[in-house]
């Protein structure tokens, strides 16, 4: 079974330059989520989806980040404008909302550099 | 809010020594997991404990939770090098919202 996709693997900006991910789901996993990780830090959840719908945005910076699921499947992460302290991996994952265990599959990740 | 505080932060033990990583939680979960990530890597999951009392084993680590006590431990038999890594606990604070600690830096010496 293929893993959570995700890309680019790598990005550096300059602060106040805009940024986008993109993340691909375990076919059949309704539910996904972005996480972010700060270097040293457990990863923090941004947003999460069940389906096309957000079922929590509440920790998600609404001012300079944004995130969609339009058609339920793929997921792009938007940032805009960043700053320096949006360094970080951003991670993400998702799990199958049936499954008696709701444990999350992560996907490897997208570097993040503010400069 | 679920605070989950996990104990060491950091671990450096020699190989074939023993040791347990502790997750303390604030508020009451059923649920509590462990995570492994290498440096420059993601999360790979470890264990899922579902009830009070589950223990779970995976080669030389063992896996408990204790919900009465808001308790999880991850106890690590006889290290190897290769089990350097870093650990995390996460659980559910509802749903799907999955509060993950700190990390413990685990680092295995010859």
């Known amino acids: 079974e293929a893993g959570v996709a995700q890309s680019p693997r790598y990005k550096i900006i300059e602060k106040r330059q805009s940024v986008a991910f993109w993340c691909n789901p375990i076919?059949?996993?309704?539910?996904l989520y972005w996480y972010q990780q700060i270097l040293g830090q457990g990863p923090k959840l941004l947003i999460q989806?069940?389906?096309?719908?957000?079922?929590?945005d509440s920790q998600l910076p609404k001012d300079r980040f944004s995130a969609e699921r339009l058609k339920g499947v793929d997921s792009t992460l938007k940032i805009q404008p960043a700053k320096l302290e949006d360094s970080a991996v951003y991670l993400c994952?998702?799990?199958?909302?049936?499954?008696?265990?709701?444990?999350?599959?992560f996907g490897p990740g997208t570097r993040l550099t503010v400069l | 809010e679920l605070k989950v505080e996990q104990n060491p932060l950091f671990l450096s033990m020699q190989e074939g020594k023993n040791y347990t990583i502790y997750c303390n939680y604030s508020?009451?979960?059923?649920?509590l997991y462990w995570y492994r990530q290498d440096p420059g890597k993601s999360l790979e999951s470890l264990f899922v404990?579902?009830?009070?009392?589950a223990v779970k084993q995976e080669g030389r680590l063992m896996a408990s939770l204790d919900t009465k006590a808001r308790l999880s431990t991850l106890h690590i038999t006889a290290a190897v090098h290769d089990l350097s890594a870093t650990y995390f606990c996460?659980?559910?604070?509802?749903?799907?919202?999955?509060?993950f600690g700190a990390g413990t830096r685990l680092t295995v010496k010859p």
């Open positions: 994952a998702s799990s199958l909302t049936t499954s008696v265990y709701n444990e999350q599959f």
């Open positions: 076919s059949g996993h309704a539910t």
């Open positions: 989806f069940q389906n096309n719908g957000v079922v929590d």
């Open positions: 508020t009451t979960s059923d649920r």
């Open positions: 404990l579902l009830s009070n009392g």
């Open positions: 996460a659980g559910p604070l509802n749903n799907n919202d999955m509060r």
